[in-house]
């Protein structure tokens, strides 16, 4: 993965709150920055590139975020911003909330709703990570998030314990990584993100009933996803494992254009196209690597392969890895 180091504490005591939010603006988003500490601020923080997605640890005195209408016009990444504190607590005023949130109470901010954050002060630097996630990555209806906006979304059990575990993990520990394993792990990211927010959409009662269908929908996607190297994934097993019917299953893919087959086979394709890519597995044939991601029969892989990448694995892998 990418990394980019920030410490306050290699820079002159008078530029430093000036230079950081520089940084921020350019990293993140164009917010206006204030701070009662600006002589002599500190801050210690990373930027974790994980293909389309930036995780941001940080441990920072107390500072404030605004994003004002004014700002968004000026720029609208389109991103959800999520932040988990570790220690210390944020208040929040978005989409007409005011909330406090304390450790392992995630938020999410939309940025392209005006949104004022304050890290409080506490006897302690504050300890919190950021992620910035493009909201087109999301599989969820944006109605639904919006009513998750700014409010508290503990991660203390379920899903939400293993969010909080793999980041307070990749935080921790980025040396073990290498530079491929960035978009692998942006896959992963996203998709436990995904769950946790579509718990807490189907423990909202207030939702709109469709809601529940996407977010069954996406319960199906991370079903598919871990088990796409079986070749016995089929739409009946599928419909199974999930208590509904065949049809009924057919019916969810329907809104997204295409069939309950041809998604599994293109999220095959998409994993056995980035292993023929990976260096570290070229002493793999591109025939081990297709069974792998389920395909029993390798002249129909190889021919599904070219239809969607224009070149035969084999060349493809040649290409990618010389």
Known sequence: MIETVFRTGDLSPADRFGLWREHMVKALCPMDMSSEHTAGFRVDMRLLQLGSVCVWPMTVQSVRFRRTARLIRRSDPELYHLTLPLRGTNGISHVGLETVHGPHDMHVVDSSRPFDIHVLDSPAPVRMVGIEVPKALLRLPTRAVD????????????????????????????????????????????????????????????????????????????????????????????????????????????????????????????????????????????????????????????????????????????????
């Open 147 to 322: 009513r998750l906006l700014a409010r508290p979304l503990p991660l203390r059990d379920g899903t939400g314990a293993l969010l909080a575990g793999l980041l307070t993990r990749l935080v921790k520990d980025t040396a073990s990584y290498g530079l491929a394993d960035g978009p692998r792990l942006e896959l992963v990211v996203i998709d436990l993100i995904s769950a946790v927010l579509a718990h807490h959409i189907d423990a909202d009662d207030t939702l709109p009933p469709e809601a529940g269908g996407h977010s069954l929908t996406l319960r199906i996607h991370a079903f598919i996803q871990q088990h796409l190297c079986d070749p016995g994934l089929t739409p009946p097993s599928i419909a199974a494992a999930h208590q509904i019917s065949v049809s009924y299953l057919h019916r969810l893919f329907q809104t997204e254009g295409v069939t309950v087959s041809a998604w599994i086979r293109g999220q095959r394709l998409e994993r056995a196209r980035r292993d023929l890519a990976d260096p570290a597995l070229r002493n793999l044939s591109a025939q081990r690597i297709a069974a792998h991601w389920g395909f029993v029969h390798y002249p129909h892989f190889s021919r599904a392969f070219r239809t969607a990448y224009g070149l035969p694995p084999v060349d493809y892998r040649r290409q990618e890895t010389r």
